[in-house]
């Protein structure tokens, strides 16, 4: 071939790739016809104050009769972060069974989690971390801590450490320690980094391998992916990655016979930036990448529901597009 040749040749294919890379980006991915994957199995984060402090009996009321109207099965009131020995931080005790007494009466099927869990120390964000994973005592504290929340009456905890580097066998460690100590008849849930289809050796904490999320199944009952902060360009590019998610993750699981349960967590949050871009990472968007990749799971395999990021930041517009989009609903 000659030299000319092979310049058209890679030409060509360089064009072609080209035309790929904006075909994925751009190419819409729509799925809103009504479907079978809800079951009011839903999930949300709650802000710290509803245990921090007493709050009024009507809000509390009102907080879970809305929870109860928007097909919401588990809620994860803030707890978080343990502080460097392993304790919770500020609390008030009489508020939070308040809280569960509240629960009880007005959504009595609503399971309410505590997320507890915090920052890895070395990661800094708004504040320093003060988790060490390898620290044994700190770790022995942190499960004593939840072993009491589920004595008070919560139905399980919802861990959420960031970030997680894949692999950690620590964190297995963390998980199986708490598995005893929440016992079989309560949920342990976990907040997941984002997952992909193989180990980035580069980026370690920024998303989990199939083998990782397989390892971690193993040991929890309820695993809500954090599918957000991707820094994804793109609408289409983020749908088609929710879409890949939800089918792998969900997928694997059911075809391994995992008994743990997916959520798929839906960011309803601002302020925007490099990873989390407006108009890409919506409620919407994700909600009909979800849809997309269950098609073809029948009723979606170990597939639970959504879980909106957060109570607090999702405004009538969002619920909207929750209702409509996932609950097959018009309000």
Known sequence: MTRARLARLAAVVVV??????VYFAYAPVEDKDAHPFNH????????????????????????????????????????????????LPPHDREQLRAF????????????LLPWIGGLRRGYKRQRPGTLELADLSQRQQMVA????????????????????????DDFLALLRALRTAVGDDRVLSLAAIRPAPLGLPRAPNFAWSPDY?????????????????????????????????????????????????????????????FMHRRGVETPENAIVGVVAGLRGLGAGGTFEGVALYAEWTTDESEWLAYERHWRNRAE
């Open 40 to 87: 009011d199995r839903n999930a949300v984060w709650l802000e710290h104050r509803w245990l921090e402090r007493p709050q009024p009996l009507p809000e509390m009321e009102a907080l879970f009769a809305k929870l109860d109207r928007r097909g919401i099965a588990y809620a994860y009131p803030h707890l978080i972060p343990f502080d460097a020995t392993g304790q």
């Open 213 to 273: 999320y397989a390892r971690v199944a193993a040991i929890v009952d309820q695993i809500v992916i954090m599918a957000y902060d991707t820094a994804l360009p793109t609408a289409s590019l983020y749908r088609r990655y929710v879409r890949w998610a939800a089918r792998s993750v969900a997928g694997a699981l059911d075809a391994s016979g995992s008994d743990a349960r997916v959520l798929m967590g839906v960011p309803t949050y601002e302020p925007y930036g």
């Open 145 to 168: 801590e939840a072993r009491g929340l589920v004595d008070e009456g919560f139905a399980g905890v919802h861990l959420n450490v960031e970030p997680v580097d894949d692999g950690n």
């Open 16 to 21: 072609a790739g080209l035309a790929g890379l």
């Open 100 to 111: 569960l007494a509240t629960a009880r009466r007005v959504a009595p099927e609503l399971k």
